[in-house]
């Protein structure tokens, strides 16, 4: 059987025939061997197929579904398959670590780097300790310390987005979640150093943006990026937490989407059926796009990517 | 400051003297449920003599409050897209904004003014809570962009005064990017040593509190304003708990360290000319 926890709720034919060619190849003798490998290939072109017709045509709410994949690659993903010598920093220095937030420094293709990433977790005990990738303001905090260490000492900045949203909480508000996400968001401009955004699964409104005022801006092909998650805004607007379909369309918050409004540099290619699918495959294609920018900005002067970052903003939702 | 070279310049307009809605009507104090005449309300700035709450101050009665003279020209509100997501919930959003203008007599959320306060020039933006909730999308970002840009052309303070729900979500992610212009407007005037100060009222939560609200160089809140990121219900039902008493409030905040003072509305225009006298008188190094 197919491990049907991996298959979302639109993905039920995709999942019968990936059961039914798992079961074919199981119990497969060699005397019938060969009457089952043309039936196998046949059933996997058809999921092939399937899987096309799928994922070209993902509605907005669809987007939702995979973008928040608990097999999507998440930051420590990418982080171990681009960045050598990691070294992970911790903590605020003021408060505490927040594990909502990994950060530290490494090589990428050879260039130091800083990544700071949200981080989700992939299983109970870790989505715990992680904080399921909602940041409290130590984390953002943390954020803030790294940018400014990286800006100190010339380091280029890599931010991976992927939360649900800053954490909200007693502990939250007490400690100053709006000051930190304001900080994190003002520390992004006073860079003078390269700054690349990534959105690589759940781009969750103030949460997301704090780490998002970089120089680029991409976003993986089926990631969301949002002011208000579809169910926060169905409940809001509608009435009905259950309108989370309409809401996801009306919130226009597809790759596409903010590709379209100017918002997004770069939508990075996932394979067909997702990178929750493919996840190294996935992994290994945004870091050469990653590098691709890296590249280009790398060439600009330190108050040219200051001003760089200013303008890109600032032209943002101006009328053209 | 190459960002200015595509910059429109706000034309000036004088504010008439319109008059508000008449005041001689009965309203109710919404904290101590006790009834009070309307020129009585008005007279003691919407601060209900009772109990002390601080009811909301609409933006007209703000700038009378606190330019001198009750003389200030307003700024020219920015054109932007309208509409830009073409929203549509159980009511089409271009309906709403609609209804809210003819409401408010205004453009949008947003409304900024050049006056003096005790003789300094300064630009106070100040937030319309009764335009959808006062919420932040592509207006009232390019409003606070441009009230910033005017301040920093003629060298003077800036002070902004909140009051909000958050981000417009009608807007969506256009609206989210406001969270980052309005911190880029506040960074004008830092990146010039000129003052902004931000005065937060009842209430000033999600995207507004989350950016410019909370960059201020000295942030005052108005007493017992609800200040926060999220939600209360949302955290309740997250925990299922109670909150704790006070939770969110001014005093809370200030409390917790998150702002420098709590000015009653009487004292707020003589505080701001105070702060304004202290952070314009500068030395010079060697005199
Ligand atoms: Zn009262």
Redesign the interface.
């Known amino acids: 059987m197919a491990d049907k926890t991996i298959y979302l709720d639109f993905e039920e034919p995709i999942y019968k025939l990936d059961t039914k060619i798992q079961e074919l190849k199981s119990c497969c003798d060699d005397n019938l061997a060969k009457d089952f490998n043309k039936e196998i290939a046949n059933l996997e072109k058809k999921t092939q197929k399937l899987l096309e017709e799928t994922y070209t045509k993902l509605t907005p709410w669809q987007k939702v579904c995979v973008a928040r994949h608990a097999n999507r690659p998440h930051s420590i993903d990418y982080i171990n398959a681009l960045i050598e010598n990691f070294m992970p920093l911790a903590g605020d220095k003021l408060f505490g670590e927040d594990e909502a937030i990994v950060g530290g420094l490494g090589f990428f293709n050879g260039q130091a780097v800083m990544v700071i990433g949200q981080e989700k977790g992939h299983d109970l005990e870790s989505r715990i300790r992680h904080g399921f990738g909602m940041p409290k303001p130590e984390g953002y905090r943390k954020a803030k310390r790294l940018m400014e260490l990286a800006n100190h000492f010339n380091i280029p900045i890599i931010s991976l987005v992927d939360t649900a949203g ?1 954490f ?3 502990e ?8 930190a ?3 994190c ?2 520390e ?3 860079m003078e150093v390269p700054y690349i955004a990534v959105v690589i699964g759940e781009g969750g ?2 949460g997301a ?2 780490l998002a ?1 970089a120089n680029r801006i991409l976003m993986l092909e089926h990631s969301i ?4 998650s579809p169910e926060g ?1 169905a409940s ?4 009905d937490g259950s309108a989370v379909k ?2 996801a369309t ?4 597809t790759a596409q ?2 590709h379209k ?1 100017g ?1 997004v540099d770069e939508i990075i290619r996932e394979p067909l059926g997702g990178a929750h699918r493919f996840r190294d495959e996935t992994v290994k294609h945004a870091g050469d796009v990653i590098w691709k920018h890296l590249t280009e900005l790398k060439k600009l002067s330190p108050a040219d990517l200051a ?1 760089d970052r ?2 890109k ?2 032209a ?4 053209a | 400051m190459n960002w200015l070279l595509d910059y429109v310049r706000p034309k000036l307009s004088v504010a008439k003297t319109e008059k508000d809605v008449p005041d001689n009507l009965w309203d109710k104090c919404p904290q101590c449920d006790a009834m009070i005449y309307g020129q009585e309300l008005a007279k003691n700035l919407y601060v209900c003599p009772h109990c002390g709450y601080h009811m909301y101050l609409r933006p007209r009665k703000r700038f009378r409050m606190l330019f001198d003279d009750e003389e200030y020209s307003y700024l020219e509100a920015p054109k932007v897209k309208e509409d830009p997501l073409n929203f549509k919930d159980t009511k089409d959003y271009r309906s709403k904004l609609k209804s809210a203008r003819e409401k408010t007599k205004f453009d949008d959320a947003f409304v900024a003014a050049f006056g003096k306060m005790g003789g300094h020039g300064v630009v106070i933006g100040v937030m319309n809570f009764n335009f959808i909730g006062g919420s932040m999308g592509l207006a009232v970002g390019e409003g606070i962009v441009q009230a910033a840009q005017f301040a920093v052309e003629r060298k003077v303070p800036l002070i902004l005064v909140t009051a909000s729900g958050g981000a417009r979500m009608q807007e969506g992610i256009l609206s989210l990017m406001q969270m980052a212009r309005t911190t880029l407007a506040v960074k004008q005037l830092k990146d010039n040593h000129l003052p902004y100060i931000a005065v937060l009222t009842n209430p000033t939560t999600g995207g507004v509190s989350a950016s410019f609200a909370m960059l201020g160089d000295i942030t005052i809140a108005e007493p017992d304003a609800l200040i926060a990121f999220a939600g209360a219900r949302v955290i309740k039902e997250t925990i299922k708990a109670d909150l704790p008493a006070g939770f969110q409030k001014a005093e809370y905040l200030k409390k917790h360290g998150m702002v420098d003072m709590i000015v009653s509305r009487h004292d707020l225009r003589e505080k701001l000319i105070t702060l304004l006298n202290l952070l314009g008188n500068t030395y010079t190094k060697g005199e």
């Open positions: 800053a909200p909480g007693i939250g508000e007490e400690r100053g979640q709006a000051e996400i304001a900080s968001i003002m992004g401009f006073k409104s103030g943006i704090a005022t990026y949002s002011v208000i805004c809001i607007l509608w009435r309409k809401a009306a919130l226009h918050l989407d903010l409004f918002v001003k200013e303008e903003f600032l943002m939702s101006r009328i």
